[in-house]
Each structure stands twice: as structure tokens, then as C-alpha cells.
């Protein structure tokens, strides 16, 4: 059963790499894979490279606590591992966002918000399906829906960020179109 929902896992990773690969290329303006920055965005992505890393460095060294401390939490380990990811992937952005690192030179911002919103959408599906179903527990705790519900909860901050990032940027008269 384990190694089936391995490859499961994997296939589906798989899967979603390539279809990220034509997201991303739908979402520049020159159809390339690969965003452009300018010299002061390469340095602040640098900078947020950083703080997320020792941010999810941290954030391991406490979810390796609460694993030998034997505490109980309302989902499975699989949720434990992934929060320093999520953690990371917001400090990351979050950085980028309000240092101006975030969308680089060739990115459309109204395509990209439009395949967030699908993103989300896509993560919702198990989610309302764990709460109207019941799928997805696991000995009474949420199973593979945590990383569904974390990925909402991800996609939702650093939307509000964006969007209070741009309200900001209104408010001082700084808004640039993308």
C-alpha cells in the first residue's frame, strides 16, 4: 500500500512539474521558463534566499522537537514536514514581494494571478472533500489534505501581501504596471 501511494506521489509530482514548466511559460511575456531580473532584484532574491532558508532550518529544529516530545497534533507527520517548507516558500516571497523581487521583468502579473486562482481552486477540491466526506483521515488525524490545506493557507497570505502590496504602493503614489 506504502509503495503504491509512493508512486502515486511521484507520477503526480511528475505530472505537476510539467504542467508548471507550461504555466510559467504561459505567464512570461516572452514565453520563456526562466523569469528575468535586474541587478537589484537578483540581490534582494538573494537576501530572501537566505532568510527562508534559515527560517526552515529553524523551523525543522522545531518540528524535530515536537517529534521527540511525543506531541500530538490534529494531522499526520506528513503536515509536520511540510510546514518549515511552507514557512520557507512565504518568507521567500514575502521578502521579495515588499523589496520589489517578486515579479520579474517578463512576467505578465494578470496571467499569473489567474493561475494562482487556479491553483487554489485545484487545492480546494480535497479540502471541501475531507470536510464533506470525511476522506482523507487517517486514524482520526487529516491525512494528504494537510498539504492541501497549507497550500490554500500559503496561497491566500501571500495573496494578501500582493494585494496589500500594490494598495501601498497606490497609497504613496509607487505603482508600477506589470
Known amino acids: 500500500m506504502e509503495a503504491g501511494r509512493a508512486t502515486g506521489m511521484i507520477v503526480g509530482l511528475m505530472i505537476g512539474l510539467v504542467i508548471a514548466v507550461v504555466l510559467i511559460r504561459m505567464g512570461n511575456t516572452n514565453k520563456k521558463v526562466k523569469t528575468e531580473y535586474d541587478e537589484r532584484q537578483q540581490a534582494v532574491r538573494g537576501d530572501a534566499y537566505r532568510y527562508a532558508f534559515f527560517t526552515t532550518c529553524m523551523?525543522?529544529?522545531?518540528?524535530?522537537?515536537?517529534?521527540?516530545?511525543?506531541?500530538?497534533?490534529p494531522f499526520t507527520d506528513l503536515g509536520l514536514y511540510f510546514i518549515p517548507i511552507i514557512l520557507g516558500v512565504l518568507v521567500l516571497a514575502g521578502y521579495t514581494i515588499w523589496n520589489d523581487g517578486y515579479w520579474g521583468l517578463n512576467n505578465n502579473v494578470k496571467r499569473y494571478a489567474v493561475i494562482f486562482g487556479v491553483a487554489a481552486a485545484l487545492n480546494l477540491v480535497p479540502v471541501v472533500a475531507l470536510f464533506t466526506t470525511g476522506e482523507g483521515m487517517e486514524n482520526g488525524k487529516i491525512g494528504m489534505p494537510i498539504l492541501n490545506i497549507m497550500v490554500l493557507f500559503m496561497l491566500i497570505v501571500l495573496g494578501g501581501m500582493l494585494l496589500a502590496k500594490k494598495i501601498a504602493e497606490k497609497a504613496t503614489g509607487n505603482s508600477e504596471e506589470a
Open 59 to 73: 523551523s525543522l529544529a522545531v518540528a524535530m522537537i515536537v517529534s521527540m516530545a511525543g506531541i500530538e497534533l
